[in-house]
Each structure stands twice: as structure tokens, then as C-alpha cells.
């Protein structure tokens, strides 16, 4: 899912770099001083997941759940997932440098409308519906992801189209996992700690 | 990712542990993040084969005089071609171009084979530069200078608490992973797997909230007011003016090289 430098056209890049600005910007409005210690952790538990390995078939995947983290932190998820993307970069050598505009761009913004659309679903009903609608919603954020990732491919030029189509049909079955992954952790977290959407929204309001 | 850390690697070096005092770690943290885009943005720039190798092996200069240990930072770079040699592989196929041969009546360009080669080059030069310049800081010295260099203040708030917790919730979650497996639990492809891999990472997230609070009411306690106050304050030395010439010069030259050889 990470693209590397050198891959993309500058146009691409930049329009990518300038967008996810604008999303960070966007997101740090909404961080309070009181919200900082939630979008924080919830930033390096999400780093943690991604260091989870789903068996599938002979091979595994690695957890992104970028779904839950816009469904907990809405527009916070741009900056929370931009910290995860640039430590990543820096400390392991995943991703790239001029690249994490445009990759913090195609993994937030699924992230954020996958909140706009079902957060309230989510939050709201029985645990059960409530499961049932994250579960759609991180299957969707999976899919934009990579959608997202074909188009920034496809847009840099057209001998990627058929590498694009591929990485898009090779992950139907991680947005399959995912969305089962997000449905049964917003099942548990809503019975353990029912006010968990609130406490992480309206914490200090 | 978790595959390449050991069992007893952690994911971040903790603040205080020892820092060897190698050529690229005495310098400012600064100089290092700036040289380290600087660098970045221009070998993206460039496009032609000397230029690029020339690029390379400037970040292997980096590396060596990092002091980092050369196998895993390597293994590190090798795991990344990995995830984009799928892409590259096809690249020479998609491509229109003079055919060099073919498989199985695909024909395959001389032109996307470059281009591989380009992307190939480009990625490892500017991943092992920011590795080796920016990746061997403390992350916590980090998250200072990008707040020295007019990073947004909630921003560096943000990655400061990330960099704080990630250990520690990499712990908690090796802590239930550790409980699942007494309990008999092995993964395998089946829903029983990921039901339970959704509620770890859920019961993680309910840990993760809830120490947040307490966290909150920790930092409420002792009156933070939002304000970041540095470790240590930044100085330029002679060696950075030294090493910012240099790099200057070098990246002057592979754009030079770029120029002649297009």
C-alpha cells in the first residue's frame, strides 16, 4: 500500500502534499489541548496494529484499520495518521519522503469519509448494528485506500493501469478481513466501554 | 511490518539511551532533517541513470558514516523493495516500447526496464538517506527540532505522544497476544482467527482510551499549559556548517551530472 519515491509524477506528488496539508491543518483545528492525550495514544495504538499479522490463506497481511481510526477520531485521523506514516518512514524505512503527502492523502481521506458517512451509525443503535456499520465502514476504507492508490498510479502515467488493476483486485480480500476485524472490535469496544465514541469526541467539551 | 522486529528489538530507541558518537550523529538535528529533504526532493528530481547511482551511493556514504549496523538497515531497505518489486516486475510489460525479448508473447520494453530501474534507484537512495540522517536521532530529540523548524505545536504534541506510547502499547498488546496463546489460541484462515484479532485490536483500543484519561488527568495535575520545553537547546557547530557545505556541493554535483548525461 505504500508508494515509494520515484514512482509518481511531481504533479501527483505535489497535488498530494498540498491536499494532505490542508487535511492536517484541517484535523489540528479540531485537537484541543484535552484531546491531544486521546488523538495521541489512539495515533501509536493504531501504529501498533498495523504491526499485527493476519494469516490469510499461506501468506499474511498487515492491519491498516485506517476505517476505525476515522470512525474515533474524525477529522484527527489526517494528523494522527500522518505521525504513524512519517515515524514509519524515518524509523523503518517504509514508504518515502516526498511521497507522504500524497500517501497520508490516500489513507486519511477514506478514513475521514468513512466517519462522515457511518460514524454516527456507528456510535449509535445496539452494540450489534452498531459493530455492523464499522464493519461496512472499514471495508470501505480499505477499498477507498486502494482506489485511491490505483488512481495516484494510474494519474502518474499509464503503464501502471494494469499494475494498479492488480493491486486493487489483490486486496478485495484484505477489505473483506478488515471490515470483519473493525466490525468485531467496535462490537467489543461498545460493550466494554459503551461511551467510547463520546469519551474520545467530546473529551473536555 | 512486525516481522522485522526480533523478538527483543524495540520499536523506537528509548530518550536517554546511549547514542554512539559517529560522524552524522554529532550534528544538529536540524541540519539533518533539512539536508535529508533537500536530498530527497532533488534525487526525486533527477532521471538519469549516473546521476541516480551517483545519488545511491552517496546514501551508502550516509550510511556508513551513520555508524548504524549495516545488515539490518540494509534488510530494512531490502523488506521495502520487496512490497514494490511486484510493481517494478511489471513495469517492463505494461510499457510501450523497443521490445528487448519476450515471455510467453508478452513483449518486454527496453523503456519500462529503465523505468524500474529508475524507481528502484530513486526509492533506496532516498529512503536509506532519510534513514540514516533523520532515522538515527532519538525520536523525542526528534519531534523538538521539527518544532524548532515551525512545525505546528499540536502537531509535534501529537507525534511527541505517539513516539511516548507506541512501546507501551506494543507491549500491552504482546501482553494479550501472551494470553491468547496460553489460552490455546493459534492463527489460522478462519473467521474463530479474526473475530479474535478484532477483539484485541478492540480491547486495545478501549486500553488505549482509557489510559488517555488517566494520562489527561496526570498532565491536568501539573498544570500543562500546552507549551513544549526542549531538552536541549540546538547550536549550530563548525562540523554542521562542514557537513552542510558538503552535502550542498554533492547534491550540486548530481545535479550537474543529471544535466550533462540527459
Known amino acids: 500500500m505504500h508508494i515509494v519515491d520515484g514512482a509518481l509524477s511531481n504533479p501527483v506528488v505535489i497535488a498530494g502534499a498540498v491536499a494532505a496539508a490542508g487535511g492536517i491543518a484541517f484535523g489540528l483545528r479540531s485537537l484541543t489541548l484535552e484531546r491531544i492525550p486521546a488523538a495521541g495514544v489512539l495515533s501509536a495504538s493504531f501504529f501498533v496494529a498495523s504491526l499485527v499479522h493476519v494469516p490469510i490463506g499461506p501468506s499474511s497481511v498487515h492491519l491498516i484499520m485506517n476505517g476505525l481510526a476515522g470512525l474515533l477520531l474524525g477529522w484527527a485521523a489526517f494528523p494522527a495518521l500522518f505521525v504513524g506514516l512519517l515515524l514509519q518512514a524515518v524509523f523503518f524505512g517504509f514508504g518515502g519522503l516526498t511521497v507522504l503527502g500524497i500517501n497520508t492523502l490516500n489513507i486519511a481521506l477514506p478514513a475521514v469519509i468513512a466517519w462522515l458517512l457511518f460514524g454516527r451509525l456507528v456510535a449509535s443503535g445496539t452494540p450489534l448494528t452498531g459493530a455492523i456499520w464499522a464493519g461496512i465502514g472499514g471495508a470501505f476504507a480499505i477499498a477507498a485506500t486502494t482506489a485511491a492508490v490505483a488512481v495516484s498510479l494510474a494519474a502518474s502515467g499509464d503503464e501502471f493501469l494494469p499494475a494498479a488493476k492488480l493491486v486493487f483486485f489483490a486486496h478485495i480480500p484484505v477489505m473483506v478481513i478488515e471490515g470483519i476485524l473493525t466490525g468485531f472490535a467496535v462490537l467489543l469496544a461498545r460493550k466494554v466501554k459503551p461511551d467510547l465514541f463520546l469519551a474520545v469526541k467530546g473529551a473536555g467539551v | ?262
Open chain 2, 1 to 262: 511490518m512486525g516481522h522485522t522486529l526480533g523478538p527483543n528489538e524495540k520499536t523506537l530507541t528509548e530518550s536517554g539511551a546511549i547514542q554512539v558518537a559517529t560522524l552524522i550523529g554529532g550534528l544538529d538535528a536540524r541540519v539533518r532533517i533539512i539536508a535529508a529533504v533537500c536530498f530527497g526532493v532533488v534525487v526525486v528530481g533527477l532521471s538519469s541513470l549516473p546521476a541516480l547511482l551517483a545519488a545511491l551511493i552517496v546514501s551508502l556514504g550516509l550510511l556508513a558514516a551513520s555508524g548504524l549496523r549495516l545488515r539490518p538497515t540494509l534488510k530494512r531497505m531490502a523488506m521495502m523493495d520487496s512490497f514494490i518489486i511486484f510493481m517494478l516486475v511489471l513495469l517492463p510489460f505494461t510499457m510501450p516500447g523497443d521490445a528487448m525479448f519476450s515471455v510467453w508473447g508478452f513483449p518486454v520494453s527496453w523503456q519500462g526496464f529503465w523505468r524500474a530501474v529508475e524507481i528502484a534507484l530513486t526509492a533506496n537512495a532516498v529512503i536509506l538517506a532519510l534513514m540514516t540522517l533523520v532515522g538515527t536521532l532519538e525520536p523525542v530529540t526528534l519531534g523538538h527540532a521539527l518544532h524548532k523548524l515551525r512545525v505546528p505545536e499540536t502537531l509535534v504534541h501529537l507525534l511527541m505522544f505517539t513516539i511516548r506510547y507506541i512501546e507501551v502499547l506494543r507491549e500491552e498488546s504482546l501482553r494479550l497476544r501472551a494470553a491468547m496463546k496460553v489460552r490455546g489460541f493459534r492463527p489460522a484462515t478462519n473467521f474463530h482467527t479474526y473475530r479474535s484479532f478484532g477483539y484485541l485490536v478492540g480491547m486495545m483500543l478501549v486500553r488505549a482510551v482509557e489510559r488517555s484519561e488517566r494520562i489527561l488527568g496526570a498532565m491536568k495535575c501539573r498544570g500543562f499549559s500546552g507549551r513544549i520545553y526542549l531538552l536541549q537547546e540546538f547550536a549550530l557547530s563548525g562540523a554542521d556548517r562542514r557537513f552542510a557545505v558538503l552535502l550542498s556541493a554533492l547534491v550540486f554535483m548530481l545535479i550537474c551530472l543529471e544535466l550533462q548525461c540527459r
